[in-house]
């Protein structure tokens, strides 16, 4: 059974950063690429960024590129998503499905 915890989310300052995390079981985490999503409020969802099963190549929505980086730890059956110089417009619940489970995601809120 595939489950799926994202974390790591919460209310920052613009300029600030966030490390998410997303850890998975039920499967070998190590065979698959991997991805970050993200839902904004009113908005349809979006492929943030995306990493290949080896953690070797990377790709990247053009509006965070640059800011975020994706990561894994397949030791762990870890993906990570550091968020850097962190936008309004990067509010949003973030995601990292897996085998096509969705978590509940983690809330990330950019605000003055």
């Known amino acids: 059974q595939v489950q799926v915890r994202e974390s790591g989310g919460g209310l920052v300052q613009p300029g600030e950063s966030l490390r998410l995390s997303c850890v998975v079981s039920?499967?070998?985490?190590?065979?698959?690429?991997m991805s970050w999503y993200r839902q904004a409020p009113g908005k349809e969802r979006e492929l943030v960024a995306r990493?290949?099963?080896?953690?070797?190549?990377?790709n990247y929505a053009n509006s965070v590129k640059g800011r975020f980086t994706i990561s894994r730890e397949n030791a762990k059956n870890t993906l990570y998503l550091q968020m850097n110089n962190l936008k309004p417009e990067d509010t949003a619940v973030y995601y990292c499905?897996?085998?096509?489970?969705w978590g509940q995601g983690t809330q990330v809120t950019v605000s003055s």
């Open positions: 039920g499967f070998r985490f190590s065979w698959y690429d």
């Open positions: 990493i290949d099963s080896a953690g070797v190549s990377t």
């Open positions: 499905p897996s085998l096509g489970v």
